[in-house]
């Protein structure tokens, strides 16, 4: 907690008066989002005090502050994952600094493998519900300040986000596929056998990360909207590999932008 009101305070003394409205964490392969941002400064994790630092080829490790659309934003240009090696609270520290600097909404997003077989390479995937199979983030003692011992998880991804994104995407003619995101611990890829399980128990994608950041969203009641690329589809014979997944994310990651940057216009 208190680790969390330093790193938040480091922050205001940089940033001033400037409070996001909208945090955003740029999943693998998403991280160029952060030129539709209008800089005012860009903050190096190494230099906030608490914040891990990211290990894993193509994140990069800053908080950029600006505006899009004379919107105030906060943009995470790498994540912490769990397999990485930190612990589920520095996975999710980031998410808690950004709710402390007062944003009202959280979107995430996420490179990940399609397992609904409907699904195509460099679709992008409007979440809709998760299956947590990480540990969970709120383990330990409630931090009561925060939210309560048992949040609910209903409306996790807010329907009414999703709804705007959808009327959104027609105007702009952008394909949405909408689905569950399975999140594992990686960071090995998953067999098919395992692909095969996902689907048996309600699962349309697969990644590493997400789900605890959205957890300790929800647990703090900020809305969630949050979008997988699929960068790969694991119940068919191709195989991704990390630069696949890096330049499908790329492309995708286009389209992604113009449906943030309108959210971010049009959420009041
Ligand atoms: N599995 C898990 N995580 C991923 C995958 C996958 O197939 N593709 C991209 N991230």
Known sequence: MENILEAADYLRGIIGDFAPEFGIILGTGLGDFADNIDKRCTIEYKDIPH????????????????????????AMQGRFHYYEGYTMQQVTFPVRVMAQLGIAYLFVSNASGGVNTSFRVGDLMVITDHVNLLP????????????????????????????????????????????????????????????????????????????????????MSVPVFGMSVITNCGLSDEIG????????????????????????????
């Open 51 to 74: 914040f891990p630092v990211s290990t894993v080829e193509g994140h990069k490790g800053c908080l950029i502050f600006g505006t899009i659309a004379g919107r105030r934003v906060v």
């Open 136 to 219: 969970n983030p709120l383990i330990g003692p409630n931090m009561a300040k925060f939210g309560p011992r048992f949040p609910d998880m209903h409306n996790c991804y807010d329907k009414s986000i999703i709804a705007l994104a959808t009327s959104i995407a027609e105007q702009h003619n952008i394909k949405l596929q909408y689905g569950v995101y399975v999140g594992t611990t990686g960071p090995s890829f998953e067999t098919q056998a395992e692909y095969r399980y996902f689907k048996a128990i309600g699962g349309d994608a697969v990644g590493m990360s997400t789900v605890p950041e959205v957890i300790v969203a929800r647990h």
């Open 241 to 268: 590999d990390h630069e696949d997944v890096q330049r499908q994310g790329k492309k995708a990651g286009q389209r992604m932008a113009t449906l943030f940057i309108e959210l971010i216009k049009q959420l009041e």
